[in-house]
Nanobody, 122 residues
Framework: QLQAYGGGLVQAGGSLRLSCAAS????????MGWFRQAPGREREFVAG????????YYGDSVKGRFAISRDNAKNTEYLQMNSLKPEDTAVYYC?????????????????WGQGTQVTVSS
């Protein structure tokens, strides 16, 4: 089970930190990712990190602004979001996949959190 939290309302240029707590799985065995979905749009890859955290990968729209990390001792992954823009407004989902790499393909991820709303006002 994955539980995402930390979303909220923030002004453009602000920051938020999302967290995703995992339970019921061996967290350190899983690659982790963040996706987002805005109303009327397809789910979009945001960031991914390998099971040890040694490799990180970002969607083009968030490169240089967002940072993904994980703490295997706490069974938690994070998404630090800086310089937020109104177009970052979406429901953000965390996901876990049993593979030894990173992937932007949502089909690679077997487990999904319930989503947390991020709203960026202009």
């Amino acid at each position: 089970q994955l539980q995402a939290y930390g979303g909220g309302l923030v002004q453009a240029g602000g920051s938020l930190r999302l967290s995703c707590a995992a339970s019921g799985l061996t967290f350190s065995n899983y690659a982790m990712g963040w996706f987002r979905q805005a109303p009327g749009r397809e789910r979009e890859f945001v960031a991914g990190v390998t099971w040890r955290g040694g490799s990180r990968y970002y969607g083009d729209s968030v490169k240089g602004r967002f940072a993904i990390s994980r703490d295997n001792a706490k069974n938690t992954e994070y998404l630090q979001m800086n310089s937020l823009k109104p177009e970052d407004t979406a429901v953000y989902y965390c996901a876990a996949g049993l593979f030894d790499s990173t992937s932007s393909n949502p089909r690679m991820y077997a487990y999904w959190g319930q989503g947390t709303q991020v709203t960026v006002s202009s």
